[in-house]
C-alpha cells in the first residue's frame, strides 16, 4: 500500500472507530486492526492517537475554509476585473447555514465525532486557534467587501463585526442543549428547528450588527 493510501485508510478507519466507540475506548490496536495494517505500521504515518485525532478534524476543517476561501477570491477576481458582484451577503450567510447543518448532521449521525469535538473540547480547540482566527479574518474580509459594494453598513472595524458574528454562531454549534419548545417545553433541537434558528439568527447577525 503506497503512503499517501496507507494514511488515508489509517483516517478512516480510526473515524469509524472514534464515531462509533470514542475517542478514549479507541485504542491504536483498535485502528490498526480496523484499517487491515500492523500496529507499527501505524507509528509510520502518525506518533500518537492524538494526531490521528487531529488529523481527521483538520481535514474537516480546512475544507470548511476552502469554501471560504475559494468565493473570497472569486470576488475578488471578479472586482479586478471591474466587474461587481452581488449577492455577497446572501452567499455568506449560505456557506455558514451549510456548515452549521453539515456540523449537526456529523454530530447527531456519529455519537463521538470527532468533528463536534473542535466545539466541546477546550484541548481540542485550543489545537486550531489559528483555524479560527483565519475564519474571521475571511469572515472580516468578506464584510468590508459587501460594505464596499452596498450590501452591508459601513463600519471603521470589520473584525469587531466578525467576532459579534462568530460568536453568535457558535451558539448553533455543539454541545446542542435543550430549547424551549412552541409548547414552552424543555426539548432536544431537531435539524429543521435548528436550521429555523440558524437562518433566523444569520439574518439579525449579518443586518444588525
Given amino acids: 500500500m503506497v503512503p499517501e493510501n496507507r494514511k488515508l485508510s489509517i483516517l478512516e478507519a480510526a473515524h469509524k472507530l472514534f464515531s462509533h466507540y470514542g475517542f478514549e475506548k479507541t485504542t491504536i490496536e483498535d485502528i490498526a486492526k480496523e484499517a487491515g495494517l500492523g500496529k507499527g505500521t501505524i507509528y509510520l504515518e502518525f506518533d500518537s492517537k492524538d494526531s490521528i485525532l487531529m ?32 449577492g455577497l451577503i446572501k452567499h455568506t450567510k449560505k456557506l455558514f447555514l451549510d456548515h452549521i447543518l453539515r456540523t449537526y448532521d456529523i454530530a447527531t449521525g456519529q455519537l463521538h465525532s470527532a468533528e463536534a469535538l473542535v466545539h466541546t473540547s477546550n484541548k481540542v480547540r485550543s489545537g486550531f486557534e489559528e483555524f479560527f482566527t483565519r475564519k474571521h479574518n475571511m469572515l472580516a474580509e468578506l464584510l468590508e467587501l459587501a460594505a464596499n459594494l452596498g450590501e452591508f453598513k459601513k463600519y471603521k472595524d470589520y473584525h469587531y463585526r466578525a467576532s459579534l458574528i462568530m460568536k453568535g454562531i457558535c451558539g448553533l454549534m455543539p454541545p446542542y ?12 433541537m431537531s435539524r429543521s428547528e435548528l436550521e429555523t434558528y440558524a437562518r433566523d439568527l444569520l439574518e439579525i447577525l449579518f443586518t444588525c450588527t
Fill in 55 to 86: 488529523a481527521i478534524i483538520s481535514n474537516f476543517i480546512e475544507a470548511e475554509l476552502a469554501e471560504i476561501y475559494n468565493y473570497l477570491a472569486s470576488l475578488k477576481l471578479a472586482m479586478s476585473q471591474g466587474k461587481a458582484p452581488k
Fill in 177 to 188: 442543549n435543550p430549547h424551549i419548545n412552541a409548547e414552552g417545553k424543555l426539548a432536544s
